[in-house]
């Protein structure tokens, strides 16, 4: 009987070694157009650098300057509230899942996925420009809303009252015109929040719950509400805590939104003026590049600290 | 031993698939190449003007040249504006631009300028050969434009940069049958507080025959036509008291004159100046800093405003899209004589220092720079610009060149004085400017004058000075490195001196290079001086 080697995990890791050859072009494709960039961008950020061949180290010159830059830190307050606002915006997705997937019919719960998807097939741009235009103070869908409504006049006595100085008899209200509602009007893009990824994802954890959960639940005598609280959601946190590290990681770095709705400037009052909107400012309007990739990487420290975080204390309870 | 077999066969295949995908790829772009270098020489050039009219003109011009020049292919790239910045920059820094692109607006900073594009001096001083049977034959090409190429010139790199094709100047266009409805006349104001007054009348009016009518309609690109224009007829006279040469063209001295407390944001000019700015304000579309380019037009044109300001270049497009006559008039001047503006002016404002646009910068990306210049000059030629003028409907930069009579009313006024700076001063100082424009909400405000004119002065006095400082040292920094650069040039001139002593033309070029060193470096100098100086002061005291 031939006696057992016991080999190491590093032999058996390489036992196979022609196999990770094939895995060498994506990661050369990911080292040229993932960490090469990134690369570039900490070594830029030690340069007076405006995107040419020329530059000029100045060790940690840009990072000091960041560390005073007021518009710098004003942008993440202003990233904080969107945060924020993403926050509550996550949870009708969460509470359309729950009602999708508690439906009795599967053939109904086929149709309101295939209604949530087709909304996705138009292009991000086009829902950012209708909802330009219902912002619009002159022919805008809100305005019109108010005014058909009468929640203008309440929001002009409202006003009146508490001294805002915002909304006026007979001016329409300038949405993004208007630094007080800049971020208001940012809460409000996209209402009802329902993210069609995210409702797929939080109806995949949902699935995946096991029906005697729910049978036992209902013998404890526990209602809707409760199965909600105590079995569902505390289930679902890993997808929860997924679309949250995405949520924080693509409002952090997030501009696109701000430039188009707000132009480089962040708008009126500059309230709207985001870490990445600042980073953009700086790049290609001031052509300060070596700023900007500093800005970046203090954007990236953020990011990292808020995944980690995220990771550390939101938790599936599986 | 057949697992061993599998994994080789699959690694094979692999590869295999990889090499043919990557052969495929070369050779396609290789033949590509090859075959355009044995076919044809191309120039391309990108702009961001997608106005109708102009790119099918740009489109036609291009043809003509082609069928002068059968081995050349013209192509045309319009990206739009809100995009130009970001996109040309990327296509300059990864050396795949086009070989001509447009260089207005201010978006490339000196170091693009001396990194990206090829100096354009021994072109511009011989003649061009497209205007050989014309008055202009054996002219420098340079001095076939309307300024010169003056505004082309960079000083500071001691070459010209751009070849500008058109020539921008801002009118107010109105709706004439609108304008008669309301007024019984179709003959627009004739100064500045007639206007006002015709901004009143269109808001009663409006209000009276229960139609929501705004007399001048806005956005965040056109407003600054109007509201810089006005701020400048403020400052007249302050520019000539701190401007450290008398030309006609902005220069750094109101910024250093700021940081040397000799104006500040309460000096009667600049108060005048806000008050002006909030009394046209009032009669603009509500809410324009949140509207775009588009949204103003949109609203002129459907009917919802009476009056658009805009530029020349607008003209063929608005007259194209509006289904009421067109009429144009002059921007509104209060003058010297005007009651509580007049103080702080000079007199009418002249356009003769006007910049000439639609500049197309070499790149030093270029292929072809040879025939992108002839390209150029065919463009530029007296029989090409009244055909572009005559197609496009834009005004052309060419002197001389046959102007359509539509665009007779866009020819710019000579007669007058130089308007002074306003806050972007004139777009030299990107993050002051920031600053401006995103407190300018304060000034429109609904409240009284006095406090709206209190917030914005407040606003300016916080945020202005530092932002400006942050620009000169950007600018100073961009200049000390210029002339890093141009010492080279310098120690090339007079090693070539050296060898050659009694070459006149070279020892021309030293004296030349060195005074310019020696400028920019005392300028230099002298602002950091400034910054350095000042440097404890948020804003300095005004002057007594």
Known sequence: MKPRVRRSSLAVAFREWRLYLFVVPSLCLVALFAYFPAASAVYHSLFDWQGGEAKQYLGWENFRRAWGDRVLWDSFVTVACLVGFNLIKMLPSIALAVVIHRLRSERWQYLYRVLLVVPMIVPGLVTLFIWKFYLDPNLGLLNRLLDATGLKAALVSLDRLAGWGVFAEGVPVGWLSQPELVLPSLFLWGFPWIGAVGVLIYLAGLQAIGTEVYEAAELDGIGPVGKFFHIELPLILTQVRLNLTLLIISTLQGYGLQLLLLGDTGGPGGRGMTPGLWMYNRAFLAGEFGYACAIGLILFAFILALTLVNNRFVRSRR | ?544
């Open chain 2, 1 to 544: 031993m057949k697992r061993r077999a599998l994994v080789w066969a699959g690694l094979a295949l692999f590869a295999a698939i990889y090499a043919v995908a990557t052969f495929r790829v070369l050779l396609r772009s290789t033949a590509d190449v090859t075959a355009a270098r044995d076919r044809k020489t191309t120039v391309r050039f990108a702009h961001f003007y997608l106005e109708p009219g102009l790119r099918e003109a740009y489109a036609q011009i291009a043809a003509d040249y082609m069928r002068l020049h059968p081995g050349v292919e013209v192509e045309q790239i319009a990206v739009p504006q809100r995009i130009f910045n970001a996109w040309a920059k990327t296509q300059l820094i990864g050396g795949t631009s086009p070989d001509l692109v447009l260089v207005d607006g201010g978006q490339f900073t000196l170091e693009d300028l001396a990194r990206h594009f090829t100096p354009l001096h021994e072109w511009v001083e011989s003649p061009n050969p497209y205007n050989a049977a014309t008055p202009a034959a054996g002219l420098p090409w340079r001095e076939t434009f309307i300024d010169g190429l003056t505004g082309s010139y960079d000083s500071r790199l001691l070459s010209y940069y751009s070849i500008p094709t058109s020539l921008f100047t801002n009118r107010v266009f109105y709706n004439r049958a609108l304008w008669r409805e309301i007024f019984g006349t179709e003959s627009p104001p004739a100064d500045y507080e007639a206007f006002r007054a015709a901004c009143a009348a269109i808001e009663a009016w409006g209000a009276t025959h229960d139609q929501p009518l705004v007399p001048l309609a806005g956005s965040v690109y056109n407003t600054p036509f109007l509201i810089d224009f006005l701020f400048g007829t403020q400052t007249q006279r302050r520019q000539f008291e701190v401007a450290w040469s008398a030309h006609l063209r902005a220069d750094l001295s109101p910024s250093v004159a700021l940081l040397q407390g000799r104006w500040n944001f309460h000096d009667p000019a600049l108060q005048s100046a806000f008050r002006l700015v909030r009394d046209i304000g009032q009669h603009i579309q509500p809410g324009f800093l949140q509207l775009q380019r588009d949204d103003a037009n949109f609203a002129f044109l459907q009917g919802r405003t009476v009056m658009l300001v805009s530029g020349a270049h607008e003209a063929a497009s608005l007259r194209a899209q509006a289904d009421f006559p067109l009429g144009v008039f002059a921007l509104p001047v209060p003058g010297p004589g005007h009651p509580v503006y007049g103080a702080q002016m000079l007199g009418p404002v002249t356009e003769a220092n006007i910049r000439p646009a639609g500049a197309f910068g070499l790149t030093r990306a270029s292929r072809a720079p040879e025939q992108a210049v002839d390209f150029l000059r065919f463009l530029t030629s007296q029989a090409t610009a009244a055909r572009f003028a005559a197609l496009s409907g834009w005004l052309t930069a060419v002197a001389d060149a046959p102007v359509p009579a539509e665009l007779k009313p866009f020819q710019p006024v000579t007669a007058g004085y130089a308007n002074g700076f306003d806050l972007s001063i004139r777009r030299r100082h990107p993050d002051a400017k920031r600053v401006a424009d995103t407190n300018l909400h304060l000034l429109l405000a609904a409240t009284s004058d006095a406090q709206t004119v209190a917030a914005y002065t407040a606003a300016l006095e916080r945020d202005y000075v530092p932002a400006l400082r942050l620009d000169l040292q950007s600018r100073t920094a961009n200049t000390r490195r210029n002339v890093m650069r141009q010492d080279g040039n310098l120690a090339a001139y007079r090693w070539l001196a050296r060898a050659a002593p009694d070459d006149a033309v070279l020892a021309r070029k030293f004296n030349e290079v060195a005074e310019q060193i020696d400028g920019n470096e005392a300028e230099n100098y002298f602002i950091l001086h400034e910054l350095a100086r000042t440097a404890a002061g948020a804003n300095p005291p005004a002057r007594p």
